[in-house]
């Protein structure tokens, strides 16, 4: 009996050093890819920047071993103006599209947005019976219902809810459902084309075909798009990466249309109407800030439609998560609790008016940087009336399309050797002229971006 305990004692140990190595590594490379900071080295670790280069979806990971690429290629071609605070040593990540800024807002508002669950809470994988999607929480469905009523960017009428572990799966969902029924629009020989006008979001032709579906497959722009058979487009608006707002370009009698709404938010973009689309798609990221909750819905007219792609979603992870469900329903609550006033909301608790303000500011801050630099331009946006704050507002988009001027032929690589971590427009279907960076992660690397940026010069 005391040899088999010495034995275990001695095995837990070894386990618990292990352990311990462990999470002494993962929090160093943890504190290095915060800090931005990493350290000097020549371990190019090609097959991982490989398996990052057609990326969307966050990897700190590939952060890191772009960071490490960067750092060991010395800057050769252009200079800074001036040294900046930090040195200039700091590699600025913006390549994702993380909302880290909002943190502060929900820090500010404490207690209001805490939910407590306890052991024996949400535990059957089942949510509502009596809905077609039936791993849908009532409370969450309510909370969405409230807010795009309240904010008057979606109808929601006569619309079935489907949920999502983020936008990402319902969108798959969506190519399944619309590329499986029997419709006029589909032939069932062959994989239904999938197309979205350049420049497109970075991640649509990886997922779509990422598992060489049967079903559908990725045919690229949808203004060169010319086969005269079914098709499915993806109007994203307002756009990522280049924040306009968009309409279908293909329309041809056989598409379908998949409106992605990510960003049809107030604090982006004007609110002119109610969407009223037959499939459209939001994502719980980008409103609140809140991607790693892995949110998402779509508002569906058709109820078959809205059928199948709950069977994808049953088919692939069983339902969605209560816990995060419940979670965004709190999250969203606080949000429509701050925002169901008359007229633009001047309550400093508003999120939408937070948010708006922090995004104008960092616009305005962000066209002074390349008008100080003159190596860059930006696209230029209309204000038109916002129903939602009852006045003209302009466009503030979560990612800034940034375009190197004259001979700078490919601006990510530019921007890299000024330690910016952009992403380059080839991912999104266009010339390396242009990059996405984003404008929405924390102040401090905000700030230091701005610096860097306006001291950049040739
Ligand atoms: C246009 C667009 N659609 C969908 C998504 C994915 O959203 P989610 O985090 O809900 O998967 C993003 C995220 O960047 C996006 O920009």
Not at 34 to 55: A, M, N, S, V
């Amino acid at each position: 009996m005391d040899k088999v305990k010495q034995v275990s004692w001695a095995f837990l140990r070894r386990h618990l050093l292990l352990l311990s190595l462990t999470l002494n590594l993962s929090l160093l490379s943890r504190f290095v890819y915060e800090r931005g900071i990493l350290p000097e080295t020549t371990d190019h670790r090609p097959h991982q920047e490989e398996l990052c280069f057609e990326k969307e979806i966050i990897n700190p990971v590939c952060g890191a071993s772009e960071q490490e690429a960067h750092v060991s290629r010395s800057s050769t071609h252009s200079s800074s103006r001036a040294q900046a605070a930090d040195g200039g040593n700091k590699v600025i990540n913006l390549d994702h599209g993380d909302p880290t800024m909002y943190e502060e807002y929900w820090r500010r508002m404490g207690e209001k947005s805490r939910i407590v669950m306890r052991g024996w809470d949400s535990m059957s994988y089942f949510s509502d019976l009596e809905n077609l999607c039936w791993f849908l929480e009532p409370e969450f469905a309510k909370q969405i219902t409230r807010l795009h009523g309240s904010v008057g960017n979606a109808v929601t009428h006569d619309r079935h809810i489907v949920v999502g572990t983020g936008s990402t799966q319902l969108f798959q969902a969506a190519l399944y459902a619309l590329s499986l029924l029997p419709s006029p629009h589909a032939s069932p020989q062959q994989p239904i084309s999938v197309v979205s006008a350049v420049p497109y979001y970075s991640s649509y032709p990886s997922v779509t075909d990422y598992l060489k579906s049967g079903l559908y497959k990725w045919e690229g722009d949808a203004y060169t798009f010319t086969k005269e058979e079914p098709y499915i487009e993806l109007v994203t608006s307002p756009n990522n990466p280049d924040g306009f707002i968009r309409q279908p370009v293909v329309n041809r009698s056989r598409g379908i249309v998949v409106y992605d709404l990510a960003y049809y938010w107030p604090q982006y973009t004007p609110i002119t109407s109610a969407a009223d689309h037959d499939l459209m798609l939001f994502t719980f990221s980008k409103i609140t800030g809140h991607a790693g909750t892995r949110m998402g819905w779509a508002l569906v007219k058709d109820k078959e439609v809205a059928r199948k792609m709950t069977e994808f979603i049953v088919l692939n992870t069983i339902g969605v998560s209560k816990d995060s469900q419940l979670r965004a329903a709190k999250i969203l609550q606080v949000v429509s609790d701050g925002s169901e006033h008359m007229g633009f909301p001047e309550d400093a608790d508003s999120f939408f008016l937070y948010a708006y303000h922090q995004m104008t500011l960092r616009w305005e801050r962000l066209r002074d940087a390349v008008r100080h630099s003159g190596l860059f331009s930006l696209p230029e946006f209309l204000a038109q009336f916002c129903n939602y704050n009852g006045g003209f507002t302009e466009p503030h988009p979560a990612f800034a399309w940034l375009k190197c001027k004259g001979d700078i032929e490919d601006c990510e690589s530019f921007l890299r050797e000024h330690k910016i971590i952009t992403r380059s427009g080839r991912h999104f279907g266009m010339e390396a002229k242009y990059v996405r960076i984003s404008m929405l992660d924390r102040d401090e690397k905000f700030n230091l971006f701005m610096e860097r940026l306006s001291n950049i010069s040739l």
